[in-house]
């Protein structure tokens, strides 16, 4: 089976920089496709409340018979919850649907600047983590003015900053300021939910390491130290996903997919989304 890399986060959690995403998976299909990508050899499951699918997560979990500590689990909690009493209630929730008592990952799904309770959110996240409820805690979708009133409070510096990234979004200003306060970048919608995977460069790329156009990006991604998160519900997806460890990208070829940055947002905008 592959051994997934880990990066090591700013509390020294080892975090799999490859984990599987169950955005869009109905609740009733959620379990048997985290079953088979368990099998296939993830470990990590970024799910979140609002996808309506942790109990699938939860059933596919305790059916898998690998041990906890085995696992990296991560949800979020939603725009709706944001403020300290329903961040609290919001993370008792997840657990009881995942069928767990910790995550290893809790993040604020979007900052909401209208809703102004993302500080508060944090602190509550704080608190989760000083009680040892949660191993690492951190943040999705927070451009650097989000991070900078976050990080002024003083308090726990966010482990993880997910956002969305491939070739056609790059986001280069927020990986720089995660990098710059010791926040790992993950990427969501890595594949940009296959609207790159017919692009020449990709093609050429992929043609050129008799590799996938999707093994390419991933292998794009990986080799810039970022955690991502495909999801497939197809199993032959899921082994393909994970089948990157075995070759590099030039510095060329890196280059060339850079180049695709074309503003090529699929998700909405963190600056004005509010739910
Ligand atoms: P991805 O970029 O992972 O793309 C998923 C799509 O690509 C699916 O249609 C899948 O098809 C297809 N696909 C997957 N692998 C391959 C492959 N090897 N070849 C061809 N097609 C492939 O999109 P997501 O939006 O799902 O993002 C990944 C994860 O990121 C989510 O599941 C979620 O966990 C997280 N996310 C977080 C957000 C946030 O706000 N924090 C927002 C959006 C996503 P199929 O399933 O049919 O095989």
């Given at each position: 089976?592959?051994?997934?890399?880990?990066?090591?986060?700013?509390?020294?959690?080892?975090?799999?920089?490859?984990?599987?995403?169950?955005?869009?998976?109905?609740?009733?299909?959620?379990?048997?496709?985290?079953?088979?990508?368990?099998?296939?050899?993830?470990r990590s499951i970024d799910t979140a409340?609002?996808?309506?699918?942790?109990?699938?997560?939860?059933?596919?979990?305790a059916a898998s018979g690998l041990a906890r500590e085995e696992l990296f689990i991560t949800s979020k909690v939603w725009i709706a919850d944001?403020?300290?009493?329903?961040?609290?209630?919001?993370?008792?929730?997840?657990?009881?649907?995942?069928?767990?008592?910790?995550?290893?990952?809790?993040?604020?799904?979007?900052?909401?600047?209208?809703?102004?309770?993302?500080?508060?959110?944090?602190?509550?996240?704080?608190?989760?983590?000083?009680a040892g409820r949660v191993r690492a805690i951190g943040v999705s979708n927070f451009l650097p003015e989000h991070l900078e009133r976050l990080i002024a409070l003083g308090g726990t510096v966010p482990a993880v900053n997910q956002v969305e990234t491939h070739p056609a979004l790059q986001q280069r200003d927020i990986a720089t300021f995660n990098a710059a306060n010791g926040i790992a970048t993950e990427a969501w919608s890595p594949l940009a939910q296959g609207a790159v995977l017919t692009d020449p460069a990709v093609l050429a790329i992929?043609?050129?390491?008799?590799?996938?156009?999707?093994?390419?990006?991933?292998?794009?991604?990986?080799?810039?130290?970022?955690?991502?998160?495909?999801?497939?519900?197809?199993?032959?997806?899921?082994?393909?996903?994970?089948d990157v460890l075995d070759f590099e990208l030039s510095a060329d070829e890196l280059a060339a997919l850079d180049a695709l940055e074309r503003d090529g947002r699929t998700g909405p905008n963190p600056a004005d989304f509010n739910g």
């Open positions: 089976m592959t051994s997934i890399p880990t990066i090591t986060l700013n509390n020294g959690v080892a975090m799999p920089q490859i984990g599987f995403g169950v955005f869009q998976v109905p609740n009733d299909e959620t379990e048997q496709a985290v079953t088979a990508a368990l099998a296939a050899g993830y409340a609002v996808y309506g699918n942790e109990e699938g997560v939860g059933r596919a979990i944001l403020g300290r009493e329903a961040t609290l209630a919001a993370y008792a929730d997840s657990l009881a649907k995942l069928g767990l008592d910790y995550l290893d990952l809790y993040l604020i799904h979007w900052p909401a600047p209208a809703t102004d309770a993302y500080l508060e959110s944090w602190q509550a996240l704080e608190e989760l983590a000083a992929a043609a050129a390491h008799g590799r996938t156009p999707a093994q390419a990006i991933l292998r794009w991604h990986l080799q810039q130290g970022r955690v991502i998160i495909p999801k497939s519900v197809t199993p032959s997806r899921m082994a393909e996903n994970l």
